[in-house]
């Protein structure tokens, strides 16, 4: 059974970081490509990030590149979402998922002074 389960967001200030993890499971990781997602209740479901099986070649929307960086840990069935300079627009439930397949459970992250 495949199970994503994404580390507990919270609360940051504007300008502050936050590292999302997400564990993988039920699946072989290596031979997958993993995204990250997000949900507002204004936007919807908008995509974050991707990242090749090896952890090499990585994509962003436009709103989080050179503030976002994705890796994972093939070893460890682990990606992990290093969020920088967090803005109150960042604010959403993030996902961790096989792309146009499995999404974990979501994890809010809140940006408010």
């Known amino acids: 059974q495949v199970k994503l389960v994404e580390s507990e967001g919270g609360l940051v200030q504007p300008g502050g970081s936050l590292e999302l993890s997400c564990a993988a499971s039920?699946?072989?990781?290596?031979?997958?490509?993993?995204?990250?997602a997000r949900w507002t209740p204004e936007k919807g479901l908008e995509w974050v990030s991707d990242i090749d099986l090896?952890?090499?070649?990585?994509y962003y929307r436009d709103s989080v590149k050179g503030r976002f960086m994705l890796s994972r840990d093939n070893a460890k069935n682990m990606t992990y979402l290093q969020m920088t300079k967090l803005t109150p627009e960042d604010t959403a439930v993030y996902y961790c998922?096989?792309?146009?397949?499995?999404w974990g459970q979501g994890t809010q992250v809140t940006v408010s002074s």
């Open positions: 998922g096989i792309p146009g397949d499995v």
């Open positions: 090896y952890g090499i070649r990585t």
């Open positions: 039920g699946f072989t990781f290596s031979e997958y490509p993993m995204s990250w």
